[in-house]
Nanobody
Framework: QVQLVESGGGLVEAGGSLRLSCAAS????????MGWFRQAPGKEREFVAT????????YYADSVKGRFTISRDNAKNTVYLQMNSLKPEDTAVYYC?????????????????WGQGTQVTVSS
């Protein structure tokens, strides 16, 4: 099992930027595909972005494509989510998650380990 701690959330005006970080510990970070998900009040948890072990594969939700960038630094055991051109509809709790399987997934239930989440609020 890997322990995950998100940081970097906060309150930002529409059009602004935030950079989320997720620090991992407990297992070999480079053995995990990593994902970012979000959950708004009253809504199901949804996929945002994912990155493979070596950063060779990335996928994004259509709603964030072109605005968000996922990256990782295996030497620092950290995955990042750079969020630009933020919109009020991006407001949610953002979670990072780790998946030890070989394939890169967009499905929350296929990720085994989760962080506690960090709140992102975008004001209009």
């Amino acid at each position: 099992q890997v322990q995950l701690v998100e940081s970097g959330g906060g309150l930002v005006e529409a059009g602004g930027s935030l950079r989320l970080s997720c620090a991992a510990s407990g297992r070999t970070f480079s053995n995990y595909n990593m994902g970012w998900f979000r959950q708004a009040p009253g809504k199901e948890r949804e996929f945002v972005a994912t990155i493979s072990r070596s950063s060779s594969i990335t996928y994004y939700a259509d709603s964030v494509k072109g605005r968000f960038t996922i990256s990782r630094d295996n030497a620092k055991n950290t995955v990042y989510l750079q969020m630009n051109s933020l919109k009020p509809e991006d407001t949610a709790v953002y979670y990072c998650a780790a998946d030890p399987r070989l394939g890169v997934s967009r499905t929350p239930r296929e990720y085994r380990d989760w962080g506690q989440g960090t709140q992102v609020t975008v004001s209009s």
